[in-house]
């Protein structure tokens, strides 16, 4: 399996809520789903993906895009997609990987427009009491 030419074709993107001084709790969803998985030519599919980055009341963001599936596989995995929308668990879950890999780091450039919290987690600084074998903090 191979993908190549992954392109965003679509972005919306919107804050809710005009401040964001005071501290909140903002829990970030990640969705991303298959829109259509249709045969190219033989060993090759052409997917259509959307991915979302919701924010919950704080805002949205949202990419439409699209990149092209190579495998030996693909015309099963389109003839399957088109009538029961529907793929193995194995090449689904690289699909998905691979647009997240890919959506993720636009989405923090546009989370910093916005002024919203980006959309990856941030490493925790743990303290711990004096060590002889430490240094400094320790980054998790």
Same mark, same amino acid.
């Given at each position: 399996?191979?993908? $190549?030419?992954?392109? &965003?074709? !679509? *972005?919306?993107?919107?804050r809710y809520i005009?401040?964001?001084?005071? #501290?909140?709790?903002?829990?970030?969803?990640?969705?991303?789903?298959?829109?259509?998985?249709?045969?190219?030519?033989? !060993?090759?599919?052409? *997917?259509?993906?959307?991915?979302?980055?919701?924010?919950? =009341?704080?805002? &949205?963001?949202?990419?439409?895009?699209?990149?092209?599936? @190579?495998?030996?596989?693909?015309?099963e995995i389109a003839n399957n997609w088109?009538?029961? /929308?529907?793929? %193995?668990?194995?090449?689904?879950?690289?699909?998905?990987?691979?647009?997240?890999?890919?959506?993720?780091?636009?989405?923090?450039?546009?989370? $910093?427009?916005? /002024?919203?919290? =980006? %959309?990856? #987690?941030? #490493?925790?600084?743990?303290? @711990? +009491?004096?060590? +002889?074998? +430490?240094? !400094? #903090? @320790? *980054? *998790?």
């Amino acid at each position: 399996m191979k993908i $190549r030419n992954m392109e &965003i074709r !679509g *972005v919306e993107a919107r804050r809710y809520i005009k401040d964001l001084s005071r #501290p909140m709790n903002i829990r970030i969803d990640h969705n991303s789903n298959i829109t259509l998985f249709s045969v190219i030519k033989k !060993g090759e599919a052409d *997917v259509e993906f959307e991915y979302t980055a919701s924010f919950g =009341p704080v805002g &949205i963001i949202k990419f439409e895009g699209s990149f092209i599936y @190579e495998g030996k596989d693909a015309e099963e995995i389109a003839n399957n997609w088109g009538e029961k /929308k529907n793929m %193995p668990n194995e090449i689904a879950s690289q699909i998905h990987t691979a647009i997240l890999h890919f959506c993720v780091p636009e989405a923090v450039f546009i989370a $910093r427009e916005l /002024k919203l919290p =980006p %959309p990856i #987690p941030l #490493p925790q600084v743990k303290f @711990e +009491k004096k060590s +002889k074998d +430490k240094f !400094g #903090p @320790e *980054v *998790v």
